[in-house]
């Protein structure tokens, strides 16, 4: 009952919140719908007993993603409207809609069709952290270190690409240097 | 009433939609990542959901690596669009046809 009532719930907000992240026309209003629908989802983790998934959700997507977007968004220009695609909302709706029940058939349909058996079975005497812990660490332990290389090339990659020129602090520079670069600005191609 | 994991699925599908919309109609690159990640997360739902309602742990597993996909995606886009931002001075996904496609 109370696990009715807390599913209703947070799935009419979450529907709420991704609706108004996709059709608002303010970025931070678009930035704080989809931080709020990012932790009502983990309220979804904890119903189904992930808990570990539900704090990594937390920790992951509403401290760090979220944090990495509102610090991306301190370089774009947020404060103008956000033009719209003037196109067909009736094509759009509906070839969305037709593309997600296909992909959801493409994969429910055998899980439901054949009588599917758990590779990897919970364990009723742990918890969740530990039952996370034994089988990411013996069977998934390959794809584990691959993805925290991937996270360490990602992490170079955003380092390399947004920290261009950020060794220049224009506090720091007098009034003279200031002015050279803003010439040196001035004749850079802009292609 | 007991909720099952066609609740759950059902309720993926509403999210993925929500998303495709989002991935269609924004022009702005910066909201456009805030759709796929909608995309991310309503798969990441029906991922825990089969995982509870069959007792594997596989499903608990793809979640997790999904969201360090998403999270090494966020960085490595994000850093495109500032170098992009600092060249064009917009993000505006209709002015990005340099290909002349």
Do not use: C
């Not at chain 1, 992930?50 to 220009?77: C, K, N």
């Not at chain 1, 952290?129 to 991937?150: C, D, H, R, S, W």
């Not at chain 2, 599908?13 to 998303?19: K, S």
């Amino acid at each position: 009952m109370f696990e009715a009532i807390a599913f209703y719930l947070f799935a009419f907000l979450t529907i709420a919140m991704f609706y108004i992240t996709v059709t608002t026309s303010q970025a931070l209003y678009a930035l704080t719908a989809l931080a709020a629908g990012m932790i009502f989802i983990s309220a979804f983790f904890f119903i189904l007993g992930a808990d570990f998934l539900g704090a990594v959700q937390i920790i992951v997507y509403t401290g760090a993603v979220m944090a990495i977007y509102a610090f991306g968004m301190m370089f774009f220009d947020t404060t103008r409207d956000v033009k719209e695609k003037q196109g067909n909302k009736f094509i759009i709706v509906g070839l969305s809609t037709f593309a997600a029940i296909l992909v959801v058939l493409i994969f429910a349909v055998p899980m439901i069709s054949t009588n599917m058996t758990a590779f990897y079975p919970v364990v009723e005497a742990a918890g969740n952290t530990q039952n996370v812990g034994m089988v990411l660490f013996t069977k998934y332990l390959i794809p584990f270190e691959v993805a925290a290389v991937m996270l360490l090339v990602a992490m170079v990659a955003g380092i390399v690409l947004a920290g261009k020129k950020m060794d220049l602090s224009l506090t720091l520079m007098s009034g003279d240097e200031v002015e050279e670069m803003k010439k040196n600005q001035d004749k850079r191609i802009i292609s | 009433m007991e909720i099952g994991l066609n609740h759950y699925l059902v309720l993926s599908t509403i999210l993925f939609t929500i998303g495709l919309v989002g991935v269609m109609r924004r022009k702005n690159l910066l909201l456009l990542f805030f759709a796929t990640e909608i995309l991310l997360n309503s798969v990441n739902i029906a991922f825990a959901a089969i995982s509870h309602y069959y007792g594997d742990l596989t499903g608990q597993m793809f979640a997790f690596f999904v969201i360090a996909i998403a999270a090494s995606e966020v960085a490595v886009g994000l850093g495109l669009l500032i170098v992009w931002f600092k060249r064009h001075g917009n993000i505006n996904l209709d002015t990005m046809s340099s290909m002349r496609g």
